[in-house]
């Protein structure tokens, strides 16, 4: 355990000198052992395994990329780091890269670098690239990091649209298949309504003539048994003579 954490601590040492840590350059820290590192990280990770990250494309961010991705990355690397045990050398060597970036994010002013982020808030993205892709991306920001200059020269461009945002469109068709559901869910009661309606209606005035005639001698025969009640008689005249006195 001693040799490994001895071991261990040599190649931190190595590798922050590579990057210019004491004489305040950056260097070049994509050196032999940190390409060696990189390609064992690609070799002992499954090749199909999507690793997450939020990052800026080049040309949403120009001479600012590798700043504006530099912690994002960090933050991607400790999710990953998380992943392995606590005495996996994948998650030792993932350190040494998380340990490279802070050093390198160091070296800038923290406050102008946060402002900087939040004016570039609405074009990060988050994404899940394979192992091969991932690692790329690391050499290529610690390449970056050893070419720049260290400034904030840069401007965001303008925010997209939300109408433009990834995944609007889909969301959209959604939200309208959904509605155009709910109306031929709506159309099948009020068809049966209308249906219904009508069928009542004509069950009341349709039918055949001889129906209708049945209909209407059965009215008849009942109308003519109906008892007239006779009037009372209200006076001598109205009696019927039957003789004489």
Excluded at 169 to 192: F, K, M, N, W, Y
């Amino acid at each position: 355990m001693k040799s490994k954490i001895r071991t261990t601590t040599c190649v931190i040492l190595f590798l922050l000198t590579s990057f210019g840590i004491c004489s305040g350059g950056f260097g070049n820290p994509v050196t032999d052992d940190v390409s060696r590192l990189l390609l064992l990280l690609k070799n002992n990770i499954p090749k199909d395994y999507k690793i997450p990250i939020n990052h800026i494309p080049k040309n949403m961010s120009g001479v600012c990329w590798f700043l504006l991705n530099i912690y994002p990355l960090e933050q991607s690397l400790r999710e990953l780091a998380q992943v392995f045990g606590a005495i996996s050398s994948n998650k030792d060597n993932i350190m040494l890269f998380i340990t490279m970036l802070q050093n390198l994010r160091f070296k800038f002013d923290h406050e102008e670098l946060e402002v900087t982020m939040q004016m570039f808030k609405c074009h990060y993205r988050e994404v899940k690239w394979p192992t091969g892709q991932y690692f790329d991306y690391v050499r290529a920001i610690l390449n970056s990091a050893g070419k720049g200059k260290g400034g904030f020269r840069c401007a965001p461009p303008p925010c997209p649209a939300p109408s433009s945002a990834p995944g609007s469109e889909a969301q959209d068709h959604d939200q309208t298949r959904s509605r155009g559901s709910l109306l031929c869910l709506l159309l099948i009661p009020v068809t049966a309504c209308v249906f219904l309606i009508v069928w009542v209606v004509k069950s009341r005035t349709g039918g055949s003539p001889e129906m209708n005639q049945q209909i209407l001698s059965s009215d008849v025969e009942r109308a003519s048994t109906i008892p007239i009640p006779l009037q009372q008689l209200t006076s001598p005249s109205d009696v019927p003579v039957t003789g004489s006195a």
